[in-house]
C-alpha cells in the first residue's frame, strides 16, 4: 500500500495529501456508497481539501452532506446508516493534513483500504454526466454533543449512591486543554452540560496550533499543568488537534500515564458488563497492568496490531459465542467506547473519566488499583531491508533471552514474564527502526538486555 497507513493518509499538503490526491481519493471512495458527510479539522488547508474531496465524491455519483469543522469523533458519530471523510491529521504539525474514511460508524478496514488503492491506480473515470451526485450542508454537531452527554448520564453510578440524573458532573471541577483544535467545539460544552465547572484553555480554533503543539505530552502541556499547579481542581484534560487522543493530567499536574488510563477503563467496562465473557481489545504495546485490571474484573483481554482497533473488533465479535461482548477497545491515548459506537473518541472518553471522578473523588482513588511499573520505549536503527530477517531472528532469541516468559509473535514479539514485567519488539512501519517497549520494576536492566539482542539480530541481518 503507499496512500494508507495506520490512521488513514497522513502527510504534507504540499507532497502527500494535495487536492490532487483529496480529488482521486474522494472519486475512489464515492464509488462505495450513495451519501457521505465531509468534515474537516481546522487546518489552514481544510477548506481547498473539502472542496476537492467533495468534487470527487459528486464526480463518482455520491450525495456529499457538508458538516464543516467538527471533532473526528464528531464526523464518525454522523456517518452512521451512510459513509464519511474527515479531513484531518490528528496531532501532526500545521503544514500536514489527513484523510480518514468511515462506514457506518467504522473506519475502514485494510481491504476497503486496498480497494480504493487500486481503483486510484486504475485511473477509473468520473459517473457519467447525468449520475453525478449532489451536494448539501448539514448541521451535527449539537447532535453528537447531545448524544455524548446523554451515554454519560446513563451510565449509572457503581457504588448507588444518589446524583443529579441530568447533571452527574455536578461540583466536578476540570480544566480542558483545547489545544486550539477541535475539543474546542466539544468537550468544555458536554462537560457543562453534565454539570461540571469546567476552564477551558486554548479554546480557540486555530489551525497554526499557537499555543502549543497538535500532539498532547508531558512537554507540550505546560500552560495545563501550570495552571493546575496554582489551581484548585480534580483533574486536567488535553486532545490533540482533531479530539480523539485524551491526556489525563490530576489536580496537581501530574500526568497520568496513558496506560493507567486504558486500564481503568477497561476494568470500568468489565465490571459494568452482565456478559458472561467480557472483552477489551488493545494493542501489542499495551501494558501488562491493563491485563492483571481486567481480569480483576472478570474479563479478558485480546490484541491487535496498531491501528486496527475495529478489525479486532470485529475479529472478536466473530470468534466470540453469543456470551462475549466487546466492553471496551484502545490503544494509548485512543480509545473506542462500544456502547457507545465504533470509533476511537476522545470527548467520550472525557465525559467518562470526569464522571468516574465525580463517583470516587479524585483521580488518585481511580488510579489506586493499577500497579504502575516504569516503562520505557527505544527505538533501535535498523534499514527496511533488513526488518523482516531481524524479526525472523528475533522470534527465537529474544524468548531464549527470556526463557520464562510467556511469547506471542502475532504482532511483533512480546514476552511477558511471571512477575507481570513484558517487552515487546516490533518493526516501525513508517521509519527506519526497530521498537522495544518494555515495562518493569528493573526497567533499565531490562532494557539493556532486550537491546542487546535486537543489536544483534540487526547485526545478523546486514
Not at 224 to 247: E, K, P, W
Request: charged residues 25%; proline residues 5%.
Amino acid at each position: 500500500m503507499t496512500l494508507f497507513g495506520t490512521a488513514g493518509i497522513r502527510g504534507p499538503v504540499d507532497e502527500v495529501v494535495t487536492p490532487e490526491t483529496a480529488l482521486e481519493v474522494g472519486r475512489a471512495v464515492g464509488r462505495d456508497g450513495d451519501e457521505f458527510v465531509v468534515g474537516r479539522d481546522g487546518r489552514e488547508t481544510g477548506p481547498a481539501l473539502a472542496a476537492a474531496m467533495e468534487a470527487g465524491l459528486e464526480s463518482s455519483g455520491a450525495d456529499v452532506y457538508r458538516v464543516g469543522m467538527l471533532p473526528t469523533p464528531a464526523l464518525a458519530y454522523a456517518s452512521q446508516g451512510r459513509r464519511g471523510v474527515m479531513l484531518t491529521a490528528s496531532h501532526n504539525p500545521p503544514m500536514d493534513n489527513g484523510i480518514k474514511v468511515f462506514d457506518d460508524g467504522v473506519e475502514y478496514a485494510r481491504d476497503a483500504e486496498e480497494r480504493v488503492e487500486d481503483r486510484i491506480r486504475k485511473q477509473e473515470p468520473p459517473a457519467p454526466w447525468g449520475q453525478w451526485g449532489d451536494g448539501f450542508r448539514e448541521a451535527v454537531l449539537g447532535d453528537y454533543q447531545a448524544a455524548v452527554a446523554d451515554y454519560t448520564r446513563g451510565l449509572g453510578d457503581e457504588d448507588g449512591t444518589e446524583v443529579d440524573e441530568e447533571k452527574p458532573l455536578t461540583g466536578v471541577r476540570v480544566v480542558v486543554d483545547c489545544g486550539t483544535g477541535m475539543a474546542s467545539l466539544a468537550t468544555p460544552q458536554v462537560l457543562r452540560m453534565l454539570g461540571a465547572d469546567v476552564v477551558a484553555l486554548n479554546a480557540n480554533v486555530d489551525g497554526h496550533f499557537p499555543a502549543r503543539e497538535s500532539k498532547p505530552t508531558a512537554e507540550t502541556l505546560t500552560d495545563l499543568i501550570a495552571f493546575l499547579g496554582r489551581s484548585d481542581f480534580d483533574i486536567g484534560l488535553a486532545h490533540d488537534g482533531d479530539s480523539d487522543r485524551i491526556v489525563v493530567v490530576t489536580g496537581d499536574g501530574e500526568v497520568v500515564h496513558e496506560d493507567t488510563v486504558l486500564a481503568i477503563l477497561a476494568e470500568y467496562y468489565v465490571r459494568g458488563s452482565d456478559a458472561a465473557d467480557p472483552v477489551v481489545v488493545t494493542t501489542p504495546n499495551a501494558s501488562a497492568r491493563i491485563d492483571e485490571r481486567v481480569a480483576a474484573g472478570g474479563g479478558r483481554v485480546e490484541r491487535v496490531r496498531l491501528g486496527a482497533l475495529h478489525e479486532g473488533i470485529a475479529r472478536e465479535t466473530a470468534a466470540g459465542t453469543d456470551d462475549t461482548e466487546i466492553v471496551f477497545a484502545a490503544e494509548p491515548w485512543k480509545h473506542i467506547h462500544t456502547a457507545f459506537g465504533g470509533w476511537i473518541d476522545g470527548v467520550v472518553s472525557a465525559a467518562v473519566l470526569t464522571r468516574l471522578v465525580a463517583e470516587r473523588g479524585s483521580v488518585a482513588a481511580l488510579r489506586a488499583p493499577v500497579s504502575e511499573r516504569p516503562y520505557r520505549k527505544v527505538s533501535v536503527e535498523c534499514p527496511d531491508s533488513a526488518k523482516s530477517e531481524t524479526m525472523a531472528t528475533l522470534a527465537t532469541t529474544l524468548p531464549e533471552t527470556f526463557p520464562d516468559g510467556d511469547v506471542d509473535t502475532d504482532y511483533g514479539v512480546r514476552v511477558d514474564m511471571p512477575d507481570g514485567s513484558w517487552v515487546l519488539v516490533r518493526p516501525s512501519g513508517t521509519e527506519p527502526y526497530v521498537r522495544v517497549y518494555a515495562e518493569s520494576e528493573d526497567v533499565e536492566q531490562l532494557v539493556e538486555t532486550a537491546v542487546a539482542t535486537v543489536k544483534q539480530a540487526v547485526a545478523d541481518a546486514r
